[in-house]
């Protein structure tokens, strides 16, 4: 442990924006969360259609189910929890993935322990920096809770739950970092891992509950704030953490500097000639990014079908007169399909940013010495997110339709293919400031595909400009099938990004290559 101040401080001067970004943005959507369903929710009765509804099978497979749902306080943690808590387990991966693995990768672990410092020290330092902040994090749901009104009791265990999603996040990221070899790899497990867990939880709140137990996420639901208030799931949260973190220290100790615990897979002696282009290449590369996300947009489409299938029911026992059903069910039905274009600009963005990985770790090097231009490396690798994000879009909306009438599937496949021009949008966004500024296009890239997240889910809630909601890509995109088709803003939102992204492979042709 020689050197943890020192590591101490400089993770923290590393990550300090990281750091202050997660904890003003999830607390903050937290508390704008609590002033809009103050003033949206007035009556009882409000909030006990609220609870119907959050109680149908797609909903409760979605956000969690609270017993206290027609509570305010168990209406905001309906809302936002999950969210919250899902944030904080995949970030935890990441950030503890940054200053460990992929730090292991690049050579400045290395370069650190050259000098007077414990082999455990700089990974004790992630630790307890990036466990301070799920703490900080709670501590500030725990705030904004009790400053709402809704309890001291259910509002301590709320903050008590999302730090305990926070720390398991934590150890699976560290347990992550010691299997594999790689950065990438390390992320894409540890991300694996907590989507497990929430699928568990998941099936676990359509069925029985049984599966539900089976997930630590499902352990944090279970602590019940607002209604039971238990405390020992909690334990439960810790125990699991602290077992995951002994793991990762005992492997650091003994397993070799630079490899993973998990064994990388020789290639084959001879490779087929398609792997000798640079689509070719990245296709196979690429081939779990791409199946893993094809997996999710289907899963999505189902569980959004059921929301749409309970949505029409619960209007049905309602009484609502025929027009507002119909009305209500295709703006519910545009909102989710919305939300399938959201899952693909993930998708997109994951596969854009590959270009400035390979770039710095010098893969780009072996590709370009041969018969092959920068520019031609790069378009034919823009076309994986380029060509498979009109894939995803039409097979989300097809499988939503598909989950709740059949007779649709055309109509919004369609629909949520119209919102390949915004997609592709930030894709253009994405290379042009890899073309211009290669060391601040990722984080920049991802910084932005969070914002647009942000906005699409809560700007009405945060009551921002609608002119500024308008501009952004997702919102200019007609939202069927609630509105009608008009070609102008595809057209435009096309030529953008088409222009971007020439621009930014422009640029690449012509500047240095920059690596770490």
Same mark, same amino acid.
């Given at each position: 442990?020689?050197?943890?101040?020192?590591?101490?401080?400089?993770?923290?001067?590393?990550?300090?924006?990281?750091?202050?970004?997660?904890?003003?943005?999830?607390? +903050?959507?937290?508390?704008?969360?609590?002033?809009?369903?103050?003033?949206?929710?007035?009556?009882?009765?409000?909030?006990?259609?609220?609870?119907?509804?959050?109680?149908?099978?797609?909903?409760?497979?979605?956000?969690?189910?609270?017993?206290?749902?027609?509570?305010?306080?168990?209406?905001?943690?309906?809302?936002?929890?999950?969210?919250?808590?899902?944030?904080?387990?995949?970030?935890?991966?990441?950030?503890?993935?940054?200053?460990?693995?992929?730090?292991?990768?690049?050579?400045?672990?290395?370069?650190?322990?050259?000098?007077?410092?414990?082999?455990?020290?700089?990974?004790?330092?992630?630790?307890?920096?990036?466990?301070?902040?799920?703490?900080?994090? +709670?501590?500030?749901?725990?705030?904004?809770?009790?400053?709402?009104?809704?309890?001291?009791?259910?509002?301590?265990?709320?903050?008590?739950?999302?730090?305990?999603?926070?720390?398991?996040?934590?150890?699976?990221?560290?347990?992550?970092?010691?299997?594999?070899?790689?950065?990438?790899?390390?992320?894409?497990?540890?991300?694996?891992?907590?989507?497990?867990?929430?699928?568990?939880?998941?099936?676990?709140?359509?069925?029985? +509950?049984?599966?539900?137990?089976?997930?630590?996420?499902?352990?944090?639901?279970?602590?019940?704030?607002?209604?039971?208030?238990?405390?020992?799931?909690?334990?439960?949260?810790?125990?699991?953490?602290?077992?995951?973190?002994?793991?990762?220290?005992?492997?650091?100790?003994?397993?070799?500097?630079?490899?993973?615990?998990?064994?990388?897979?020789?290639?084959?002696?001879?490779?087929?000639?398609?792997?000798?282009?640079?689509?070719?290449?990245?296709?196979?590369?690429?081939?779990?990014?791409?199946?893993?996300?094809?997996?999710?947009?289907?899963?999505?489409?189902?569980?959004? +079908?059921?929301?749409?299938?309970?949505?029409?029911?619960?209007?049905?026992?309602?009484?609502?007169?025929?027009?507002?059903?119909?009305?209500?069910?295709?703006?519910?039905?545009?909102?989710?399909?919305?939300?399938?274009?959201?899952?693909?600009?993930?998708?997109?963005?994951?596969?854009?940013?590959?270009?400035?990985?390979?770039?710095?770790?010098?893969?780009?090097?072996?590709?370009?010495?041969?018969?092959?231009?920068?520019?031609?490396?790069?378009?034919?690798?823009?076309?994986?997110?380029?060509?498979?994000?009109?894939?995803?879009?039409?097979?989300?909306?097809?499988?939503?339709?598909?989950?709740?009438?059949?007779?649709?599937?055309?109509?919004?496949?369609?629909?949520?293919?119209?919102?390949?021009?915004?997609?592709?949008?930030?894709?253009?966004?994405?290379?042009?400031?890899?073309?211009?500024?290669?060391?601040?296009?990722?984080?920049?890239?991802?910084?932005?595909?969070?914002?647009?997240?942000?906005?699409?889910?809560?700007?009405?809630?945060?009551?921002?400009?609608?002119?500024?909601?308008?501009?952004?890509?997702?919102?200019?995109?007609?939202?069927?099938?609630?509105?009608?088709?008009?070609?102008?803003?595809?057209?435009?939102?096309?030529?953008?990004?088409?222009?971007?992204?020439?621009?930014?492979?422009?640029?690449?042709?012509?500047?240095?290559?920059?690596?770490?």
């Amino acid at each position: 442990m020689t050197g943890l101040s020192t590591m101490i401080r400089l993770v923290l001067r590393r990550n300090r924006v990281r750091l202050v970004v997660w904890l003003v943005v999830l607390v +903050g959507m937290y508390q704008y969360i609590v002033s809009y369903y103050k003033q949206t929710f007035t009556t009882q009765a409000s909030l006990d259609e609220f609870a119907a509804l959050s109680a149908s099978p797609g909903m409760r497979a979605i956000t969690g189910l609270s017993p206290a749902a027609n509570t305010m306080g168990g209406a905001v943690w309906t809302k936002g929890w999950m969210t919250v808590a899902l944030a904080i387990a995949i970030g935890m991966v990441f950030l503890v993935t940054r200053s460990g693995r992929a730090d292991e990768e690049t050579g400045r672990t290395e370069l650190l322990r050259s000098k007077a410092l414990g082999v455990h020290a700089y990974s004790a330092a992630a630790w307890l920096v990036y466990g301070t902040l799920s703490l900080l994090v +709670g501590a500030g749901l725990t705030a904004v809770s009790w400053a709402g009104g809704f309890g001291a009791s259910g509002s301590l265990v709320l903050g008590g739950a999302t730090f305990g999603a926070g720390l398991v996040g934590l150890g699976v990221g560290a347990l992550a970092g010691q299997l594999a070899a790689t950065s990438r790899g390390a992320n894409s497990l540890g991300s694996a891992v907590i989507v497990v867990f929430y699928m568990l939880r998941m099936s676990g709140d359509m069925g029985d +509950g049984t599966l539900t137990w089976a997930s630590p996420i499902g352990w944090a639901q279970q602590m019940q704030p607002y209604a039971a208030n238990r405390w020992w799931p909690f334990a439960l949260l810790v125990l699991l953490a602290a077992a995951l973190l002994g793991v990762a220290w005992v492997l650091e100790a003994r397993r070799d500097f630079g490899a993973g615990l998990l064994p990388q897979r020789h290639g084959a002696s001879h490779a087929p000639a398609r792997w000798a282009t640079p689509l070719g290449l990245e296709l196979h590369l690429q081939r779990n990014p791409i199946m893993g996300w094809t997996l999710a947009v289907a899963l999505s489409g189902l569980m959004f +079908g059921s929301v749409v299938t309970a949505m029409t029911d619960l209007l049905d026992d309602t009484n609502v007169a025929a027009l507002l059903r119909g009305e209500g069910v295709k703006a519910l039905v545009s909102l989710l399909v919305s939300m399938m274009a959201l899952l693909t600009l993930v998708f997109a963005i994951q596969i854009t940013v590959s270009l400035r990985k390979d770039e710095a770790t010098g893969l780009v090097d072996a590709q370009i010495t041969r018969a092959v231009s920068r520019a031609r490396w790069a378009l034919e690798r823009l076309l994986i997110p380029a060509v498979w994000s009109a894939v995803l879009l039409p097979l989300g909306g097809a499988v939503i339709a598909a989950s709740y009438d059949r007779s649709q599937v055309g109509r919004l496949a369609l629909a949520a293919l119209a919102y390949w021009p915004a997609v592709m949008v930030l894709v253009g966004l994405s290379v042009f400031l890899w073309g211009f500024a290669p060391r601040l296009s990722t984080p920049t890239a991802w910084g932005l595909m969070a914002a647009m997240w942000f906005l699409t889910m809560f700007g009405e809630v945060f009551r921002l400009p609608e002119w500024f909601l308008n501009a952004m890509p997702l919102a200019a995109t007609p939202y069927m099938p609630f509105e009608e088709m008009s070609w102008t803003p595809l057209v435009v939102m096309t030529a953008i990004a088409c222009a971007l992204t020439a621009a930014g492979v422009w640029r690449f042709t012509t500047r240095d290559i920059q690596t770490n």
